[in-house]
């Protein structure tokens, strides 16, 4: 699964047609790369269909010589930071999916 390359933004919209029915789906905008954004029925396809169309942007640009962005290098994370990101990772969704760590750490020493 590909990551859009450059900063983005993502919000939902809706829309109504003329038999009143609404219709929900997510746009991932990105920051950098004027008009080049991504639709899906979930904010992740939309964030993979900018991904692709960043992609399609950028050799377009390379064709008919157009300036591309530099692309902005995310601020470093501090200490404190990464722990609560790791431990988001392994006790958030991943423990609900496959279990608590000591359980796996248990089962790939037995492999072992």
């Known amino acids: 699964m590909n990551e859009p390359l450059y900063p983005y933004k993502v919000f939902e919209m809706t829309t109504e047609n003329s038999n009143g029915n609404v ?11 004027k008009g080049c954004a ?6 992740r396809a939309a964030i993979q269909e900018l991904a692709g169309n960043e992609v ?12 591309i962005p530099e692309r902005k290098r995310s601020r ?11 431990k988001r990772c392994v006790c958030g969704q991943r423990e609900q ?7 796996n750490f248990e089962r790939i020493a037995i492999c072992w």
């Open 38 to 43: 991504g639709q899906g029925d979930t904010e």
């Open 23 to 33: 219709y929900r789906f997510w746009i991932a905008e990105s920051l950098s790369l």
């Open 97 to 103: 999916d496959y279990g608590s760590p000591e359980n």
């Open 76 to 86: 470093e994370m501090n200490r404190p930071e990464i722990l609560d990101a790791a």
């Open 56 to 67: 399609v942007w950028l050799e377009t640009a390379m064709e008919f010589d157009i300036a």
